[in-house]
């Protein structure tokens, strides 16, 4: 025989109690059905006693609610002849029973625990009735009947024989047995219930009672998941748990079984079966005595938690002889029914945290005031502590006890997202280590464990672009090609959770539908860097990498705060890698310090690896001696394009609109953006330099760049006369100009030069990069890096670069 729980959701509608008579119509073997009220209702019924124990008239309405749905799931489902006219004869009483009752709570004021948990079980009683009706060739077991409860336990003893009792001669082809869950009746004859989610319990000991051969959990989820479904995307189906890992994961909050379920099957061996009403093909999850033949070798089976807890703290210098605090506490809470679910206590004695409830923490403060208040008055103890807004994590797996270093990784990988543990217990079966978190935490927690323990199927970045200009929107159109490929190919997720310009922002952690972001950002909220900041941080979200395209100093000066949250940044934006060296130093030590990454590889040389490769070369004791570089794409256009049909102005103006030089060129042709360059490769390759140590020759005019933009243009033309005659001179010479930057030693120019034939510098086209290194290694032939560097299709492929990268770094 076997025994079917369907919970709330699987009774919702009459659709999904459609699916319940399939599930149960395409049974073999004889079976006992449990079932809850139709989903939603015992929350229903709960804030209709509230409100009428309030005076709180509106409560009527609900009631009204209530009466009508269950009314149109019984015409929806049975037809409207005698046995449908019986279910709503039936129906109807129950329902006006549940009216007189609630009249009497509205009109006296008060609703004792007996009158509420009367009220509870209409909900349950109803559904019963409907289900019966809705199966057909199926009889109403009423659970108030055979179980039985004593002092807030179930009396197994009674329950047991009043259900051998009542099911004496049951099996095969009898009508199937439709009992309601939740509810039973204690010695004096009034009903109870057996607590919320209740009806696992009773469905558990029905089958207990009767030594059914597995109990069937159908829910509306696939099985027991390795967390919560509704927090972790990536959550997964456990095949199987042992009912010590099911205890543990539901003790801590994994709702899907109600945890006092386990307990009765497991004393007689009885399998549990979670499976989905939605998708009764899929196999589910087996919850069964874990023997030696245990296949599978998970260390981690599971993470649950418990969201809203308090600590509550009791220390002093010395508890040595203060004699049975333990005790103390433990009894006092226990008369007052607090529940705790987490204790810690230091080896040396001086202090034990409690995890309770946020709901039981006043309780609980007062309780250990009062039964200490001796030991507090004389200072002996200090007064009672109490930490609000906490949660608590707890990791399970009875495959623990085998492993080294679980602990350590747990606590790597949580400080590693900058998340710190307020308290931490394992049991001695060391099948479980919970730990405690500030409650804003939870959810990336959560995350963080579960990609780091469970290989997953994927891993996850998420990122926040800022700057929609011509890299940027490069960058996501580069994404949306790409995230499906990576997710197939790489396993790697790639969610962008935020995207904002100057003005407006967009933000999402589901991640933001790239096919239109436009349109989402065009209609996203106003944004200042201030609140851009308020919002990324806030998000708070796992494996976070800032992605800097803009040109924006106050941006820029964002990084930090981001790096002491958790947030990896990657920047195409050359402000911080260039401003004053103490900030860049700072920078790239936080980073380090918070174990995230600083990567800005297309500050030089758009996607060329000139960043990676003089790190490279660091990293592996090598030591740069001379950097000689042609790094503006605008400046190597421009003199590569000039000609006697193409004078100098028209080659500025065309770099302009090909999209190679700042919308104010002047910044190119000053030489400002290969100052930039020079620094930060300098940097980069161990030396301490500010933008002032380099000595910048400009070839045009001062007066150009101290008037207005508009007059630039204007004036620009006046040039091209004396660069054609130069030019005409290089040519004769068979030389070619190159704007170079040079770092030789600690020595720092950039300037205008002609290079050669022989000189790798001469033959360089379009807006192309080169960077000779001169390093202990590469002495005699220098290092040579060159391509395409410039342009913003390649510079947006390059921080795609970078943000992959960090991903390869957390594997
Ligand atoms: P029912 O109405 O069938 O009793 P519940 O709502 O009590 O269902 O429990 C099922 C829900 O539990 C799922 O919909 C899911 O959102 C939630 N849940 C939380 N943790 C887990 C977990 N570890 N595995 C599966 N479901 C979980
Ligand atoms: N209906 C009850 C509740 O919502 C019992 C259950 O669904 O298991 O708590
Ligand atoms: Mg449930």
């Excluded at 009752?101 to 009367?118: A, E, H, M, N, S």
């Excluded at 400002?672 to 910048?696: F, H, M, P």
Aim: hydrophobic fraction near 40%.
């Amino acid at each position: 025989m076997k025994v079917l729980k369907f919970g709330g959701s699987s009774v919702a509608t009459p659709e999904s109690i459609g699916k319940v008579r399939s599930i149960v119509k395409s049974q073999e073997e004889a079976i006992v059905v449990v079932v809850s009220a139709l989903g939603g209702v015992t929350d229903e019924l709960v804030r209709i006693a509230a409100l009428a124990e309030n005076a709180d008239a509106s409560y009527l309405e609900k009631l009204q609610a209530l009466r009508k749905r269950h009314i149109d799931t019984c015409e929806a489902l049975v037809a409207d002849n005698k046995g449908g006219k019986l279910l709503r004869l039936a129906v109807d009483a129950l329902l006006n029973e549940l009216d007189s009752i609630c009249r009497g709570v509205f009109l006296l004021k008060v609703l004792p625990g007996k009158t509420r948990d009367q009220i509870l079980s209409y909900g349950e009683r109803l559904s019963s009735l409907i289900v019966t009706a809705a199966v057909g060739d199926a009889e109403l077991y009423d659970s108030l009947d055979f179980i039985r409860m004593d002092g807030g336990l179930v009396d197994f003893e009674a329950t047991d024989s009043l259900v051998a009792e009542k099911f004496v001669g049951y099996g095969k082809g009898s009508p199937v047995a439709i009992v309601p869950g939740f509810i039973a009746r204690d010695r004096a004859g009034d009903i109870v219930t057996l607590g919320r989610g209740g009806s696992d319990y009773t469905a558990s000991i029905l089958a207990s009672a009767l030594d059914a051969t597995v109990l069937e959990i159908w829910t509306d989820v696939d099985g027991f998941m390795s967390a919560d479904p509704r927090i972790i995307q990536n959550s997964y189906v456990i095949d199987e748990l042992s009912y010590e890992e099911a205890t543990e994961l539901c003790n801590f909050g994994a709702k899907v079984v109600y945890p006092p379920t386990l307990y009765p099957v497991c004393l007689k061996k009885i399998p549990i079966r979670v499976k989905n009403t939605f998708n009764p093909s899929a196999p589910g999850t087996l919850i069964r005595d874990a023997g030696p033949d245990r296949q599978d070798q998970r260390v981690i089976k599971g993470i649950s938690s418990i969201d809203n807890i308090s600590l509550i703290t009791l220390s002093a210098t010395s508890m040595v002889g203060i004699i049975g605090v333990d005790r103390r506490i433990f009894t006092a809470l226990a008369n007052d029914h607090i529940s705790v679910f987490l204790v810690t206590q230091s080896a040396s004695e001086t202090g034990i945290s409690i995890g309770v409830s946020a709901s039981d923490a006043e309780k609980a403060c007062q309780v250990l005031s009062k039964t200490f208040a001796a030991e507090i008055a004389s200072g002996a103890v200090y007064p009672v502590k109490r930490e609000d807004e906490l949660a608590a994590i707890a990791i399970v797996g009875e495959n623990m006890k085998h492993h080294c270093g679980i602990a350590g990784k747990l606590f790597s990988i949580l400080g590693r997202n900058g998340i710190s543990i307020i308290a931490c217990a394992q049991g001695a079966s060391e099948s479980n280590i919970s730990f405690v978190v500030e409650r804003k935490y939870l959810r990336k927690s959560l995350n963080v464990i579960h990609e780091g323990f469970f290989l997953s199927e994927y891993q996850e970045l998420n990122l926040f672009i800022c700057g929609v200009g011509t890299v940027g929107s490069q960058l996501i159109g580069q994404i949306a090609q790409q995230q499906d490929k990576l997710k197939r190919r790489r396993n790697l997720k790639i969610n962008v959770v935020g995207i904002a310009r100057s003005t407006k922002g967009v933000f999402d952690r589901d991640g933001i539908d790239l096919g239109k972001w436009k349109e989402l950002l065009a209609g996203g909220q106003p944004i200042t860097p201030a609140k851009l900041r308020d919002e990324v941080i806030g998000m708070n979200i796992f494996n976070a990498v800032f992605v800097d395209c803009t040109a924006s100093a106050e941006v820029a000066a964002l990084y930090e705060d981001f790096f002491n949250h958790g947030i990896s940044v990657v920047a195409a934006n050359k402000i911080a890698a260039s401003s004053d060296y103490q900030n860049y130093r700072t920078l790239k030590k936080t980073a380090r310090r918070q174990g995230l990454k600083f990567l800005f590889e297309t500050n030089v040389g758009a996607g060329l690896p000139i960043i990676n490769t003089i790190n490279s070369l660091r990293n592996s004791g090598d030591h740069v001696q001379k950097i000689e570089a042609v790094l503006s794409g605008t400046l190597n256009f421009i003199f590569n394009t000039i000609s006697a049909d193409i004078p100098f102005s028209e080659t500025v103006r065309m770099a302009k609109e090909q999209g190679y030089s700042e919308p104010d060129p002047r910044i190119d042709l000053s030489g400002t953006d290969v100052v930039r360059k020079l620094v930060i490769l300098s940097r980069e390759a161990g030396y301490e330099v500010n933008q002032e140590d380099v000595v910048a020759e400009p070839f045009i005019p001062k007066e150009f760049f101290d008037c207005s933009l508009e007059e630039f243009w204007q004036k620009l033309p006046s040039l091209d006369a004396a660069f054609e005659q130069q030019r005409l001179e290089l040519e004769k010479e068979h030389k070619h100009w190159r704007f170079v930057a040079r770092m030789d030693n600690g020595h720092y120019t950039v300037s205008l030069q002609a290079f050669g034939e022989r000189h790798s510098f001469y033959s360089l086209d379009g807006s192309n990069n080169i960077v000779l290194l001169t390093t202990e290694r590469y002495h005699n032939h220098p290092m040579l890096i060159q391509g395409y560097g410039a342009g913003a299709s390649v510079t947006a492929a390059g921080v795609f670069a970078d943000i992959i990268s960090i991903a390869n770094v957390t594997n």
